[in-house]
């Protein structure tokens, strides 16, 4: 999604949205949300607040703004301010991308997996994302910032093509380009099987020099992963796990239908 607005960011203008460049890391405005997160991998010549405000100072309100990062998700309510405070005078929206729990989990832990940044099975990793991870409570997470901040969210429901779907909220649809983006694959279970084995005799080193030394450049050459491989299992869901978190799933539905300032968009591509 992020490669296809950096990509065609004159797209995006054309139709009266400004994607901006300050922040903008990998496509996308991670630099914006590590600064706010103190995470290390904030860089202030990449741009973050301060110089934001100043790129959109000449606009004037010409243009909507669009702002996106998926470690927005991960800022807790109180640091969230210093955005909005940040954006005062602005007419806001978050948008919210849905994606079911279950789905979004095995896909998150198969990231973390091949970033190094887990040590878990599965069904650890799940039990303590569900107790700390407020993306698996949004209900209490949307109450609090619409509650605080007065602000307005849309929620678009995953799809295969997540592009097209926010493309159509955002009214872009016309003269997008046929080959619009290059998806994230899922490494193959077996190579992060071995991965897991590898990271947990690693455990010592952090997981961003980890990933920088071990998987970063197996993944650049394309050189196969070898070694020990976790027990299958690992990478498996308990089916009273999966039935907790399809519950879940219904009752945050049922909330974002209930919230008039929620506007579930259950006409996006995926019906």
């Known amino acids: 999604m992020q490669s296809f607005f ?15 460049r300050a922040g903008r890391v ?3 405005h991670h630099n914006l949300a590590w600064e706010i997160l103190l995470d290390a991998r904030f860089v202030r010549g990449n741009g973050g607040w301060a110089e934001l405000l100043q790129e959109l100072a000449p606009l004037q309100g010409q243009r909507r ?3 996106s990062s998926e470690d927005f998700s991960l800022i807790p309510i109180a640091r969230l301010s210093q955005f909005f405070y940040s954006m005062e005078g602005l007419d806001l929206t978050v948008l919210w991308v849905y994606r079911p729990l279950r789905d979004f989990l095995e896909s998150l832990h198969a990231e973390e997996v091949k970033n190094g940044m887990t040590l878990l099975s599965l069904e650890q990793f799940a039990i303590e994302k569900i107790t700390f991870d407020h993306r698996l409570r949004v209900d209490r997470y949307f109450s609090l910032l619409i509650d605080t ?5 849309a929620v678009i429901p995953y799809s295969g093509d997540v592009v097209a779907s926010v493309a159509a909220y955002l009214d872009v649809g016309a003269g997008m380009p046929e080959k619009r983006y ?3 694959t899922r490494m ?18 952090n997981w961003f020099a980890y990933f920088q030394h071990y998987v970063a450049p197996r993944l650049r050459d394309n050189v196969e992963f070898e070694g020990e491989m976790v027990p299958e299992g690992e990478f498996a869901l308990p089916e009273d796990l999966a039935k907790f978190l399809a519950a879940r799933d219904e009752r945050h539905i049922a909330f974002f239908r209930s919230r008039e300032q929620i506007d579930y968009l259950t006409n996006s591509t995926d019906g």
């Open 6 to 20: 950096s990509e065609h960011h004159q797209l995006l203008e054309a139709h009266g949205i400004h994607y901006p």
């Open 65 to 67: 703004i669009l702002l």
């Open 26 to 28: 990998y496509g996308g």
């Open 182 to 184: 290059q998806a994230n």
């Open 188 to 205: 193959a279970k077996d190579d992060l099987r071995r991965l897991l084995a590898h990271r947990r005799k690693h455990s010592h080193l």
């Open 149 to 153: 901040f007065g602000i307005r969210v």
